[in-house]
């Protein structure tokens, strides 16, 4: 694997910042990264940037928008894998779209994974493996008989105040598990 064509950001500097801080990296990382894809394509738009991203996705190049869009739980988790490898993802979205063909191409298709490798020196992953037990809309777990069921703050508010929920599968009464610090939510049930 190349050498990231990115400076590596260091761990311990952004374990320091603040959010204030932390949103500044965020915007020089993109800045940086924008910098270096027009190297190859002059004519590429600045994206705007949002810290405005909620659930399970690290970030999304948002075209109707003009800009990225990043989730500011899941970078505040994982500051170093999302500078050095989200921006990067969502930044190599930005500029195939941007090309001639580019409205053509297929999102993680042989153009990105390209951008990814050549001008980034990044492996083209397609997802991120972050915890998103606390970034997630449906960060509250319950379960029944056959299954975890997942709720959002409203459902388990109602839930605590003597609503009963029960599975559509098994009929069990869906019980509350708290996670207990990190717990994964990949899937709904």
Do not use: I
């Not at 311990?12 to 910042?17: D, I």
């Not at 997942?150 to 839930?159: D, E, G, I, V």
Request: charged content about 25%; proline content about 7%; overall charge positive.
């Amino acid at each position: 694997m190349k050498r990231h064509a990115l400076p590596d950001p260091c761990p311990e500097w952004l374990a320091s910042l603040d959010d204030a801080a932390l949103e500044r990296a965020l915007l020089e990382r993109v800045e940086a990264a924008w910098q270096l894809c027009r190297h190859y394509h002059p004519e590429l738009p600045r994206p705007r940037v949002w810290s405005d991203l909620r659930g399970k996705c690290a970030g999304q190049a948002h075209y109707g928008r003009g800009g990225l869009r990043f989730n500011p739980v899941l970078y505040r988790e994982n500051r170093h894998a999302f500078l050095s490898e989200v921006v990067p993802h969502e930044m190599a979205h930005w500029l195939v779209r941007h090309l001639s063909d580019g409205h053509r191409a297929r999102p993680h298709g042989r153009e990105w994974r390209t951008v990814m490798t050549r001008l980034f020196g990044l492996e083209p992953r397609v997802t991120h493996r972050f915890d998103v037990g606390r970034a997630s809309p449906t960060p509250y777990r319950y379960h029944c008989g056959c299954q975890a069921h997942f709720f959002t703050s409203r459902r388990h508010s109602l839930a605590r105040n003597g609503r009963r929920y029960r599975c559509l599968s098994c009929a069990q009464t869906l019980v509350y598990q708290p996670f207990g610090g990190h717990g994964k939510t990949t899937t709904n049930g």
